[in-house]
Each structure stands twice: as structure tokens, then as C-alpha cells.
């Protein structure tokens, strides 16, 4: 069982940033994938970004250039570095694993942006 925690979600104002750290129980460096998602009041979970065990990402289009997925297999994390955050950014924000074809999810960390 993977166990991931979130963290570094909170309040900021228009135009400012978040790093993310989505920390996980087990090595990392066998995860096939693992990205971010998000999930705004009365609306769908969305995808954000994901990072693949190549180091390939896929971005949404709505974060493209303000976004940014990293992972640090020694450290067993993965970041999100958030960047010129807008009001619609404002969202619990998820973090997911792909592991051996089993999908793995977080408690999620809330972010809120202020205009």
C-alpha cells in the first residue's frame, strides 16, 4: 500500500506561489507515473501535470508556463512549483501515483488565491 502525503498548500495573493510536496511511503524511482490533479468547488477532478518514470510531463493548458513537476527520487518526492497563481487556481490540489497499474491517491492540500 503507497501512502502519499501533500503539503505546502495555503493562501496567497494573485500573482504569487506555492511549491507542492507530494511525499510518498515507498521509492518513487519504480512509479510509472505520478501527477497532480485538481478539484475546484462544484467542479470535476481535473489533471494538472503529470510525470512519467522517464522524466516525461504532460502539462494542462490552463498551467502551461506556470507550472512546473518535478520529482527527487531520493527524497521519494515529487514537487509542484506554481507560479503566478490566479484566482481560478483556487483548488484542493491532489497528488496521484500509477504503481504497478494500481492508482493511489493523497489527502490533498488546499490552495486558495486571493485577487
Known amino acids: 500500500q503507497v501512502h502519499l502525503v501533500e503539503s505546502g498548500g495555503g493562501l496567497v495573493q494573485a500573482g504569487g506561489s506555492l511549491r507542492l510536496s507530494c511525499a510518498a511511503s515507498?521509492?518513487?524511482?519504480?512509479?510509472?507515473?505520478m501527477a497532480w490533479y485538481r478539484q475546484a468547488p462544484g467542479k470535476q477532478r481535473e489533471l494538472v501535470v503529470f510525470i512519467t518514470s522517464g522524466g516525461t510531463t504532460n502539462y494542462a493548458d490552463f498551467v502551461k508556463g506556470r507550472f512546473t513537476i518535478s520529482r527527487d527520487n531520493a527524497k521519494n518526492t515529487v514537487y509542484l512549483q506554481m507560479n503566478s497563481l490566479k484566482p481560478e487556481d483556487t483548488a484542493v490540489y491532489y497528488c496521484?501515483?500509477?504503481?504497478?497499474?494500481?492508482?493511489?491517491w493523497g489527502q490533498g492540500t488546499q490552495v486558495t488565491v486571493s485577487s
Open positions: 515507498e521509492s518513487i524511482s519504480t512509479f510509472d507515473v
Open positions: 496521484n501515483a500509477d504503481h504497478w497499474g494500481r492508482l493511489y
